[in-house]
């Protein structure tokens, strides 16, 4: 069975770093996107990163400059280091894994960043 798992959440002071994981099991992704989303409450969910099975990376304007997507393919891992973290990037964060009619999504794990 195909599963994401993600990890890494939690609560942050604003300025602080966190680095969130995504496990994915069940079959490689190696030859796929993978992505993050985020959902604050209140809001649509909006695109964070996404990075291809080449390594090429884009980023939301909000983040770019303090967030850093990676991903580890022997280990069907995607990675989003998050640094400078502000309370507007308090949200739930989704992993999606995504290629032409293939698209799956994690539970998502929660970021709260607060004094």
């Known amino acids: 069975q195909v599963q994401l798992a993600e990890s890494g959440g939690g609560l942050v002071q604003p300025g602080g770093s966190l680095r969130l994981s995504c496990a994915a099991s069940?079959?490689?992704?190696?030859?796929?996107?993978m992505a993050w989303y985020r959902q604050a409450p209140g809001k649509q969910r909006e695109l964070v990163a996404v990075?291809?099975?080449?390594?090429?990376?884009k980023y939301g304007d909000s983040v770019k400059g303090r967030f850093t997507i990676s991903r580890d393919s022997a280990k069907n891992t995607v990675y989003l280091q998050m640094s400078s973290l502000e309370p507007e990037d308090t949200a739930v964060y989704y992993c999606?894994?995504?290629?032409?009619?293939?698209?799956?999504w994690g539970k998502g794990t929660l970021v709260t960043v607060s004094s």
């Open positions: 990075i291809s099975s080449s390594g090429a990376t």
């Open positions: 069940g079959r490689s992704f190696s030859t796929y996107y």
């Open positions: 999606n894994v995504y290629k032409l009619n293939v698209d799956l």
